[in-house]
């Protein structure tokens, strides 16, 4: 099989073919459950099947049955979906408070407190999970140094022939625990003299994490280090000379020739403690290489709670937990070597002496080995970890949520790992100086391929995560940002970090976790969550149950770390205006191809396969590749060069360039492409130019009215008739911009999340089956572009764009009477002349004031408004953003996101009262009370009231204007 190299890719028009008459579908899943037809009623109204969750933290087990009560009760008023409940402590954390000790996790006085938030969870109708544990990694008080994490030791010594009373040292260990592995012997070599060992041998052998942040892990596939021949010893001089060491480590062995290297490996723990346990919950972490250790943590601390909540597992305690890895390196456990073997044919015990820095054969023999013991380490983790984690759960009719796969480079595969999730839970963090920038805010991409690829519908994320913000955070701003910026990368259920359950007796506002974003009924804006919670509900409701299309598929390698990270990284190249998933080898290997289209068993499909630019591959990954291609796939990548392994090596490579001929030929040229059978294999193109150049047009083009704009979207369907699309911009300004959609005869609709309103687009342009529609964005603002009914394909829209228009027709200028909380310290009622800033005012108890400021205006009506309304807007409301509008005692609605603007509703001729309510932080209480005696403070809370907090901004700062919307 074979054909001729054309760099005009003249050998795969047919594919183009296939791919036209296909592309107004896209290429998406087929789910049983994502039939259904959209509901406006539902899109306007979610239900609390839709709404958010919560990390539920129960600070160092401080809580009560009155608080717990308190709190579930206000989540489902609120329409959450439920709340995770997560015992841990830190609320000391970073200079901050400790709070009083509660009930030990799993304790009989705990236990209690869990029984009656899942009774009151099962009352209520909602969805509780549970962190096995208190505070994170996996571990506890009893966990012994024989379950826990585990690192290679040793230690060396040199002798020579006839040298007796040879005593080998116990290497360096914790926790006064070590264990053999084996004794290992090989002669010296003088040329090894000064032989560096292989580059980066801490992150490849998994001695610590290969990053705080996972980043692209391929490099730890190369030896940095030129090869010049020299080794340390050859597998086959390296002896086990175990069996002649006694316990205390003498030797006795009759050493052969020459001098020689004595190597003692062990094991010792790695180090790592429970993190941020409340109370006494400290202790090792667990094994995470080992069933065995795990499923005695299991029947000692997760079984017993199970049974104590009877048939509500399963029911109203729906989901099992552990949090994100953070135990730093961990290579061995009992077993490993049969594991090994097992898992990669060869014998691991020749090239152990490769972990203590020492070339065995050659460099690239040794970093082969490095390849696949850190393979083996990921195997491990996800077969004998999270999938016993997962069978466990399931026999209770449970799933899992653990935060599996990073962004912390674990030795482990991220994708393989949440395979065995039920729900797929990743995180994103707000804006703030621990995590500032984008690679280290977001990490869900990975976590939706994850769902795609293994057909899980959810895709959790704890979301607004930050450390050192407190109550300061800008809803439109801060949170919708994210959140919008996460969804894009497929995010369709956010968990809020944190909502911290806050006894009465607290205080207010109460204990907190050192971490936030904080958000529970304590915050001074908690009655006016409801409109955000909403925005959020309704894209859940968007995203959880359509199906995700993408056109390209990205093949991440099989080394190991490996995890996917932000969407932006685009390793494929199909940014912008396509989109992709992330697939690992497992999933690789059940890919089939049908109707010239990448198919995974559940109905996913691609357009394109896209491998990894470095030119290695795996013997099965690359059979497999082959086997797609012959199918009708159409491949992207490099030829594969070799594999890293030694599993079948050196024949392994004699496998590859067989393979690799077979599908690339000579790849001659920097771009090009060859038909093989009834597929294509192309190089040197990224996916975005090789599907523009084979006819498939952008899924969705975003052109900016300015090109420093940022924008991003993401694409459902509904079965084979409804497309939507969800865009977000990233701006802080309002904007414009054009948005072509691979979409045709079907009237685009636009639906607001932030208001629910759903109507027509006046403007749009069909032509040559694309869709254009203009589209003007608030301030972070986000559409849906909804395409379901079926119009000619000669129809045009009949405007130049979709703006509404707000046409000044009064500013709102003078006094404003402003009603305050007196409790809080400020006036009842005071005149503002004009508007202006709380934290500037003269009196203290407004400007330290924290809370409701309700302005109150009386208008006067000139005419009938049924036909057209009078409409206000704002201005600038601050700190937190928030604003309630009442005109004559009606509630119109609330404001949160700009333009803070609202139709009055019921304005009539004659004097109306004008009511806008605005909520600020408690920022500037607190500030105030820094100052104060405890006793004379107005606020309780653990966390440090810095020297560095500064009064916010706070208020109705207007201008406040009346207009006309048009």
Known sequence: MGGKIDKRMAGI????????????????????????????????????????????????????????????????????RGALIFDAGGAEQQGNGQVPAGPLFGSPEWTKLFKHAVNEASRLGLELSLSIQSGWNLGG?????????????????????????????????????????????????????????????????????????????????????????????????????????????RVEWEIPDGEWEIIRFGYTNNGAHVSTASGAWKGLVIDYLNKD????????????????????????????????????????????????????????????????????????????FLADFRKTLGDCISDNHYATFAANAQRYGMGIHPESAGPHAGPFDGLKNYGHSELVMSEFWSPSNHRPTPERRFFVKQASSAAHIYNRRLVGAEGFTTIGR?????????????????????????????????????????????????????????????????????????????????????????????????????PAGALPDFDYDVINEDRLLALDVQDGQLTLPHGMQYRVLVLPDHGVLSIPALQKVAELVRKGAAVIGPKTQKTVSLTSYPGSEKTVHELASELWGDSAGEKGSRTVDKGTVSWGYTAREWLLENGIPSDCRIEPSDDSLAFDYIHHMRGDETSYYFISSQNKSACDADVTFRVAEKLPELWNPVTGEIKPARAFRQAD??????????????????????????????????????????????????????????????????????????????????????????????????????????????????????????????????????????????????????????????????????????????????????LLESGLLGPVVLGKNE
């Open 769 to 950: 089956g694309l869709t254009t529609v203009p589209l003007h964005f608030a301030p972070m603002g986000s559409w849906f572009v909804v395409f379901r009914q079926d119009i000619p394909a000669a129809q045009q829209g009949e405007f130049a764009d979709n703006r509404s228009r707000f046409i000044p027709v009064d500013t709102l200028s003078g006094s404003w009477k402003v009603y305050f909380d007196r409790d809080w310290g400020a006036p009842a009622e005071v005149e503002f002349p004009e508007l202006l800033d709380w934290s500037q005012h003269p009196d203290p108890g407004i400007r330290f004031y924290s809370g409701k400021g309700r302005y109150v205006k009386n208008l006067v009506g000139t005419g009938t408004y049924e036909e057209q309304p009078l409409w206000i807007d704002l201005g600038r409301v601050a700190d937190v953003g928030v604003a309630r509008v009442r005109l004559n005692g009606r509630d119109l609605g609330i404001l949160w996101t700009p333009p803070y603007r609202i139709a009055l509703e019921g304005m009539k001729a004659g004097d109306n009262v004008l009511e806008v309510e605005v909520v600020n932080s408690w920022r500037n209480r607190l500030v105030g009370d820094r100052g104060l005696p405890e006793d004379k403070r107005y606020t309780r809370t653990n966390i440090a009231i810095r020297d560095d907090w500064e």
């Open 293 to 368: 250790h795990f499923q005695r943590y299991w029947d000692t601390h997760v079984e017993p709670l199970l049974k104590e909540v009877g048939n509500e597992a399963g029911k109203a305690l729906r989901y099992l937990h552990t949090d994100s890895w953070e135990l730093g390196g961990t290579n061995w456990t009992q077993g490993f070597e049969a594991e090994f073997k097992n898992r990669r044919g060869y014998e691991l015990r020749p090239y152990l002496p490769v972990l203590a820095g020492k070339i065995i054969g050659n460099r690239e023999i040794s970093n082969r």
């Open 470 to 570: 407190h109550w300061n955070d800008v809803i439109w701003e801060h949170m919708k940002q994210s959140f919008d910026h996460e969804v894009c990368a497929g995010a369709n259920r956010v968990y809020f970090h944190t909502f911290t359950n806050s006894p009465e007796e607290m205080g207010v506002p109460g204990q907190e976790y050192f971490a936030g974003t904080h958000m529970n009924p304590n915050i001074t804006w908690w009655d006016e969550t409801d409109a955000f919670f909403q925005y959020l509900s309704r894209i859940h409701y968007l995203m959880q149950d359509g199906r995700f299309v993408a056109d390209v598929l990205y093949y991440y390698g099989d080394q190991v770390p490996n995890i996917a990270t932000l969407k932006v990284s685009d």
């Open 141 to 249: 008080p009893d966990v012994t140094p024989q379950e826990a994490a585990k690192l290679i030791t040793w230690t060396s010594v040199t002798v020579h022939n006839g040298q007796t009373d040879v005593q080998l040292p116990v290497p360096e260990h914790r926790e006064d625990y070590y264990e053999d592995i084996a004794v290992l012997a090989y002669p010296v070599h003088k040329q090894a003299e000064g032989l560096e060992p292989v580059s980066d041998l801490k992150p490849k052998g998994a001695f610590g994490e290969a990053a705080f942040s996972a980043h692209d892990m391929r490099y730890l596939l190369e030896d940095k280090v030129a090869d010049d021949g020299r080794f340390h010893a050859t597998p086959q001089e390296v002896q086990d000379i175990s069996g002649h060491v006694t316990p205390d480590g």
């Open 13 to 80: 028009r047919f594919f183009s073919l296939v791919f036209i008459l296909s592309c107004m579908l896209g290429a998406c899943v087929n789910h049983t459950n994502q039939q259904q037809a959209l509901s406006e009623e539902q899109f306007r109204h979610p239900g609390s099947e839709y709404g958010p969750s919560c990390f539920w933290w129960w600070l160092n087990g401080n809580v009560t049955e009155a608080s717990i009560t308190r709190d579930l009760e206000a989540m489902k008023n609120k329409g959450f």
